[in-house]
């Protein structure tokens, strides 16, 4: 496996579910990303880890809980969620974290496709 | 407060001819700006950057970039779209700790 892996690509869950989608990245990178894409709306970020501890949680609802146990894997584990928390979720990857002055390349996954019932 | 405006949410060209994705931002200081492309059922591909070295910026797939700071523009061109062109494009800036923000996405449609 090259790049960034995510699985499951698409999870259709109940409101009283709990499950987990899993990010890996293969590039040696320290920095990981969970993004939240929904239609009609801009890409949002939801958490950063770097060097496996959570730099950003921007806002996000307690039903969503990252996990970061290495470099290399970003976990979001997800229970009771909402209709409206049906989207795209993207993992992505760096080498360092992006910063003013300097793009630090973020590499993304496929993303999992997530409906909830 | 900082923010990006793409200014099309869908731009129809044909194959052949130039292609012009408008961003506009808005900051206090001079921003990390960049686009990123996303083809149907990938992930984002980073397409190129501006990070103040120069304000034309060639990136990959044949796509530049020029950096106007008295528009507060950051438009997206190519001379000649190809098919495999058509996707969604966004524009976004870097602010400090790792925190990305992306415009709304262009849908750029290419016909034969």
């Known amino acids: 496996e090259t790049g960034v892996t995510q699985t499951p690509r698409h999870l259709v869950m109940g409101m009283t579910n709990k499950k987990s989608l899993k990010c890996e990245q293969h590039?040696?990178?320290?920095?990981m990303y969970w993004y939240k894409q929904s239609a009609k709306k801009p890409l949002e970020l939801m958490f950063v880890y770097s060097l496996e501890e959570r730099v950003e949680n921007n806002s996000v609802p307690s039903r969503f809980s990252p996990e970061c146990p290495n470099s290399s894997h970003l976990f979001l584990h997800l229970h009771t969620l909402q209709p409206e928390d049906s989207a795209l979720y993207l993992c992505?990857?760096?080498?360092?974290?992006?910063?003013?002055?300097?793009?630090?390349?973020?590499?993304f996954g496929p993303g999992t496709r997530l409906t909830v019932l | 407060a900082q923010s990006v405006t793409q200014l099309d949410s869908h731009v129809s060209v044909s194959e052949g001819t130039p292609v012009l994705l408008r961003c506009n931002y808005s900051s206090s200081y001079s921003p990390s700006l960049f686009w990123y492309v996303q083809h149907p059922n990938k992930g984002l591909q980073l397409l190129l950057k501006?990070?103040?070295?120069?304000?034309l910026v060639k990136g990959i797939n044949g796509f530049e970039a020029e950096f106007k700071k008295s528009e507060t523009s950051f438009h997206l061109t190519k001379p000649s779209a190809h098919m495999s062109d058509a996707a969604e494009y966004f524009c976004?800036?870097?602010?400090?700790?790792?925190?990305?923000?992306f415009g709304d996405g262009t849908t750029l449609t290419v016909k034969p």
């Open positions: 992505a990857s760096s080498q360092g974290l992006a910063g003013v002055g300097h793009v630090n390349e973020q590499f």
């Open positions: 590039l040696g990178h320290n920095a």
């Open positions: 501006y990070t103040s070295a120069a304000t």
């Open positions: 976004g800036f870097n602010t400090n700790a790792g925190k990305s923000t």
